[in-house]
């Protein structure tokens, strides 16, 4: 069983910032691919950015410029460093892992964390 915990949201003005964390824990062999999702009301569950397990990167045009994600394989856990935060980017903010735990390759999502953008 994998847990994944984030942690960092919260009400930040508009240009402000955030730093999201996510801790995996549990029977963890290896983690491949970890990512940053959000759901805002109303709306579908989306990607905001991912990483590789060798680093390669990937992001949302949203978040190109703005957001930062980055991974700590010794400690398992995921970041997401958000500038320049914008109204539209509020949301609860996912993060998921692709792991090898208990014989098979599985995601796990964590619990989700609120950001909140005011204009």
């Known amino acids: 069983q994998v847990q994944l915990v984030e942690s960092g949201g919260g009400l930040v003005q508009a240009g402000g910032s955030l730093r999201l964390s996510c801790a995996a824990s549990g029977s963890i062999f290896s983690i491949n691919g970890m990512g940053w999702y959000r759901q805002a009301p109303g709306k579908q569950r989306e990607v905001v950015a991912a990483?590789?397990?060798?680093?390669?990167?990937n992001y949302a045009d949203s978040a190109k410029g703005r957001f930062t994600i980055s991974r700590d394989n010794a400690k398992n856990k995921v970041y997401l460093q958000m500038n320049s935060l914008k109204s539209e980017d509020t949301a609860v903010y996912y993060c998921?892992?692709?792991?090898?735990?208990?014989?098979?390759?599985?995601?796990?999502w964590g619990q989700g964390t609120q950001v909140t953008v005011s204009s």
């Open positions: 990483i590789g397990s060798r680093g390669s990167t």
């Open positions: 998921k892992i692709n792991v090898w735990s208990d014989f098979k390759f599985y995601d796990a």
